[in-house]
C-alpha cells in the first residue's frame, strides 16, 4: 500500500499521513489485545475477565456459605459494570474456571451442567448456578482493607480492583494460556503445596538456583492426571528460560481376563484432551489399519475415565501396543510452556520460575504492608473513641449533666473535657445501658488489646525480616490448607521416564505378511502378495518393451534400499508400495530419482549388513548399510562420482569374504585383500584398479579359500580356487581372466 496523504473526509481537513495511521492504530490494538485480554498478570494469575468474574461475585456476596446464584445474572453484572465484551465469551471464562478438569484449583463452584472431559459444552447460563470457592476467597482474601489500588471501570460509574490480593499462588497453581499480538502465553497447572515449598526455600535463600527450587517442585501436576515423562534436563531448561514443554502419557493398567485373555485400561488421559475425540481418533485409525496391535476400543467411563483397549491377539506385548498408541494419538500430548506474563502489571515479559515465585512474593509483601498501615489507621480510630468513652465513664456524672441541660451538648463536652469531634459524638450515641461497670470493664480490656496490636503491627513495619517472616506464615498457612494431604491438593500427575523400546515400532504398527516386491527394466514398482516361486514369476507381466530387473522376497515390515547411478541412495517402505495390480507404478512417484539416474541396487535392507560400492571410475570404498537409509525422498548422497562417471556395483559383503575380485572393461583381473578398503560413510572412495583405456565393469567380494566364483553364457556356475595368478595389491592393474570368464566382463 502507498503512503499517499488522505483527508479524515470528503471534505478538506487535517491530512492523515496512512502509514502513520495505520501503525498507531495498530498498536494501540495490540497494546490492548496484550494488556487487557491475553496475557495474566503474574502477581494474581488472572486475566482481566477472570478478575472481573471474581469481583462481581464478590460484590454479589457469593462466597462458598452462601447460596447459589444463576450465572446469567453474573454474567449480567460483570459486561454490565466492568466488562463490554460478549456475554458468551465472559460465560466461557466462568464456566471454565469451574470445571475440574480443566483448571486444577477451581475458582467458582458450579451447580447444573458446566460441560465435560469428553467436549460437551455447558449448558446456557439462564439454567445454571453458582457461586466462589474457598482458593477464589484465597485470592480475594484482603480486598476491602485497601491491599491493592482500584480504577475506574470502562464507564466511570463504579471501581474495580487493579490486581487481587492473591494470597493463593495461582499463576503456576491453575496456569494460563491465551494468545496475543506476536506474542503467547502456555503456562501449565502445578501443585499448590509444592509451589509453596518452593516458594518458602526463596524467601529463605532468595538467590537459589532453579534447579534447587525443582527439587521443592519437580514438574506439572494436571487436573486429569497421566503420566509426565519428560527427561529431568528438559524439564530444568524449561523452567530457566521460560519456555519448553512437557510429554504428558495417558496413565493405563493391563487386567488380566479368563482363559489368558487380557486388556488394557485407561485411567487417565492428558490435559486437555477431549475423551470422546480421542475415542472416535482411536477408532478411525483401527478401521484404517494403522494400530495392527488393537482389536477394540471400548469407552465405559462414568464418572472417572475407563478407556477399554482390547489387543488383536493374547501374544501381542502390552508395552508395545500402548508405545504405538502414544505415538499417532493423543494418549500422548505435549503440553508448551511459555511463562510470558504482565509484570507489574503493565510489562509483558518472558520469566523463568524464579522471578515468577520472586514476583508474587514480592506482591503478597505489598499486599502484607497495606493491610498492616490499614488496620493501624482502623486500630487508631478505634482507640480514639474508646479513650473518649473512658473519660466518659470517669466523669459520669458530668457528661450526664452537660448532655440534660446544655443546649450544644456536643461542643460543651468537646471544650470540657478537649475531646475530638468523633469521641463527642460516640459519648453522644452511647446507650443508657452501656453505663454499668461491666461495660467499662470491656473498654478498658479491649483498648488494651488493640494497643498491643498497634504496637505489633508497628515492629511489623519497621523491620524487613519480620515482614518476610509474616508472609512466610501466610504461604505456610496456603500450603497447610490445599496441603498434599486433601482431596484437592493431592498431587495427580505422576514424574516418570518413559520406557526404552527396543523392538522397531515403525516395523510393528504395520501387520508382517510375506511379499514379492517386483521392479522392471524401466523402474515400474510393484508388491504382490506371497513369496512367489519360479513358475509365478514366469508368468509376471511387464509393460510392452519392458521386462524383468529385479525380483525381490520380502515382509511388509522391511525397508528397501536403492542405488542409483547418481551415487545417491533412497529408502523405500516395504508396506507403502503400489499393489500387484497392472505394472505397478514406477518408483520416481515414491522417490525424487532423477530422470538421467538408472537404478544399480534394489534390495532389502539388513542394519547390520555392509556394502561394497565401485564407480565406474575405478573407485570404491565399504560403507554400512544403516548409514545410508535416507529419511526424505530426496535420497542421501553417499558416493560423489563426476559424470560421466557413474555408480555401477554395489553388492552387499558376506561377513566371511575376505576378499575383493575386480574386472575392468580392458577384461583384466585383480584380486586383492578386502582389508585394503576403507569404510566410509560418504565420499569417493580409494582407487580399485588401474587402467589405460575404458573403466571399471564390475566388482565382488568373496571368500578366498572357496575361490571366485561367476556364471558362464549358460548359466552354469564356475569356481576357480587357484588365484595366485591374479593376485596383488589394491590398485594394480590385473590380468587376463582365466578361460571361461564371461565375454561381458560381469561375474553375475
Known amino acids: 500500500m502507498s503512503e499517499h496523504s488522505i483527508s479524515d473526509s470528503p471534505t478538506a481537513g487535517e491530512v492523515v499521513n496512512l502509514r502513520e495511521a495505520l501503525e498507531e492504530r495498530y498498536l494501540a490494538y495490540a497494546l490492548s489485545t496484550i494488556m487487557h485480554r491475553a496475557l495474566p498478570d503474574v502477581r494474581d494469575g488472572l486475566k482481566p475477565v477472570h478478575r472481573r468474574l471474581l469481583y462481581a461475585m464478590h460484590v454479589l456476596r457469593l462466597d462458598p456459605r452462601a447460596g447459589f446464584k444463576k450465572c446469567a445474572r453474573v454474567v449480567g453484572d460483570v459486561i454490565g459494570k466492568f466488562h463490554p465484551h460478549g456475554d458468551q465469551a465472559v460465560y466461557d471464562a466462568m464456566v471454565r474456571l469451574a470445571q475440574d478438569f480443566a483448571v486444577r484449583y477451581p475458582l467458582v463452584e458450579g451447580q447444573g451442567n458446566f460441560g465435560n472431559i469428553d467436549g460437551d459444552g ?6 445454571t448456578e453458582a457461586r466462589l470457592t474457598d482458593v477464589a476467597m484465597a485470592l480475594l482474601e484482603g480486598l476491602d482493607e485497601d491491599a491493592v489500588d482500584f480504577r475506574e471501570t470502562y464507564n466511570g460509574e463504579d471501581t474495580e480492583p487493579v490486581v487481587l490480593p492473591g494470597a493463593f499462588p495461582n499463576l503456576l497453581a491453575n496456569g494460563s494460556q491465551g494468545i496475543a499480538v506476536g506474542m503467547a502465553t502456555a503456562i501449565p497447572p502445578h501443585n499448590a503445596e509444592e509451589i509453596c515449598n518452593a516458594a518458602l526455600h526463596l524467601i529463605r535463600h532468595p538467590n537459589a538456583s532453579i534447579a534447587k527450587l525443582l527439587e521443592f517442585m519437580p514438574g506439572p501436576d494436571f487436573p486429569t492426571g497421566g503420566v509426565l515423562v519428560e527427561s529431568r534436563e528438559s524439564i530444568l531448561r524449561a523452567y530457566e528460560i521460560g519456555r519448553g514443554g512437557f510429554r504428558v502419557r495417558a496413565k493405563w493398567k493391563k487386567e488380566d481376563l479368563p482363559r489368558g485373555q487380557w486388556q488394557i485400561v485407561v485411567t487417565e488421559i492428558p490435559w486437555q484432551v477431549q475423551k470422546a475425540r480421542l475415542v472416535e481418533k482411536i477408532a478411525d485409525l483401527l478401521a484404517a489399519r494403522k494400530l495392527p496391535l488393537l482389536g477394540d476400543v471400548r469407552d465405559e467411563s462414568a464418572e472417572d475415565v475407563r478407556l477399554v483397549l482390547e489387543p488383536k491377539s493374547r501374544n501381542v506385548d502390552p508395552l508395545l501396543l500402548m508405545e504405538s498408541l502414544f505415538r499417532l494419538t493423543d494418549l500422548e500430548s505435549r503440553i508448551p510452556l511459555n511463562m510470558n506474563v ?20 514480592e506482591h503478597r509483601m505489598d499486599v502484607l504492608i497495606r493491610r498492616t498501615y490499614w488496620r493501624l489507621e482502623k486500630i487508631a ?9 473512658l473519660i466518659a465513664y470517669l466523669n459520669i456524672d458530668e457528661v450526664i449533666r452537660i448532655i440534660r441541660f446544655e443546649d450544644d451538648p456536643k461542643a460543651e463536652l468537646i471544650a470540657r473535657f478537649g475531646l475530638t469531634d468523633n469521641q463527642a459524638e460516640a459519648i453522644l450515641n452511647m446507650r ?7 461495660q467499662e470493664v470491656e473498654i478498658r480490656s479491649e483498648h488494651e488489646a488493640l494497643s498491643k496490636e498497634r504496637d505489633e503491627l508497628q515492629a511489623l513495619l519497621a523491620s524487613e525480616g519480620a515482614q518476610w517472616k509474616a508472609v512466610a506464615r501466610q504461604v505456610r498457612a496456603i500450603r497447610d490448607r490445599w496441603s498434599k494431604k486433601t482431596e484437592l491438593g493431592a498431587r495427580r500427575t505422576e514424574i516418570a521416564e518413559a520406557p526404552v523400546i527396543e523392538v522397531d515400532l515403525d516395523a510393528a504398527l504395520v501387520e508382517r505378511e510375506p511379499i514379492t516386491v517386483v521392479c522392471s527394466e524401466k523402474g515400474w514398482i510393484r508388491a504382490l502378495k506371497g513369496h512367489l516361486d519360479e513358475e509365478a514369476r514366469k508368468r509376471l507381466s511387464y509393460k510392452e518393451g519392458d521386462r524383468e530387473r529385479f525380483v525381490i522376497h520380502a515382509q511388509t515390515t522391511d525397508r528397501l534400499l536403492l542405488a542409483a547411478t547418481s551415487g545417491r541412495f533412497y529408502t523405500l517402505d516395504a508396506s507403502k508400495l503400489p ?18 539416474d538408472d537404478i544399480v541396487a534394489l534390495f532389502v535392507h539388513d542394519p547390520e549388513g555392509l556394502l561394497l ?12 548399510e544403516k548409514d545410508v537409509l535416507a529419511n526424505t525422498r530426496k535420497g542421501k548422497q553417499v558416493m560423489n562420482v563426476k559424470p560421466p562417471a557413474e555408480l555401477t556395483v554395489c553388492r552387499r559383503i558376506a561377513s566371511e569374504h575376505d576378499a575383493v575380485a575386480v574386472v575392468g572393461e580392458n577384461r583384466k583381473l585383480l584380486v586383492f585383500p578386502l582389508a585394503e578398503l576403507p569404510e566410509m560413510t560418504r565420499g569417493k572412495g580409494v582407487r580399485l584398479q588401474k587402467y589405460k583405456d575404458g573403466g571399471l565393469a564390475d566388482a565382488v567380494t568373496f571368500t578366498l579359500s572357496e575361490g571366485l566364483q561367476w556364471k558362464d553364457s549358460g548359466g552354469r556356475t564356475r569356481t576357480v580356487k587357484e588365484l595366485t595368478e591374479w593376485q596383488g595389491r589394491r590398485a594394480g592393474a590385473g590380468r587376463l581372466p582365466p578361460r571361461g570368464f564371461p565375454r561381458n566382463n560381469r561375474f553375475a
Do not use: T
Open 381 to 389: 480510630a478505634r482507640l480514639e473513641v474508646l479513650e473518649g468513652l
Open 122 to 127: 455447558a449448558a446456557a447460563y439462564r439454567y
Open 342 to 361: 504482565l509484570s507489574q502489571g503493565r510489562v509483558p515479559k518472558v520469566m523463568n520460575l524464579r522471578e515468577v515465585l520472586r514476583e508474587w512474593l
Open 613 to 624: 560400492l565401485a564407480s565406474s571410475e575405478g573407485n570404491g570404498f565399504i560403507v554400512q
Open 432 to 438: 443508657l445501658r452501656a453505663l454499668n461497670k461491666l
Open 579 to 596: 499393489g500387484g495390480r497392472g505394472a505397478g507404478e514406477p518408483v520416481r512417484l515414491s522417490v525424487d530419482l532423477d530422470a538421467a
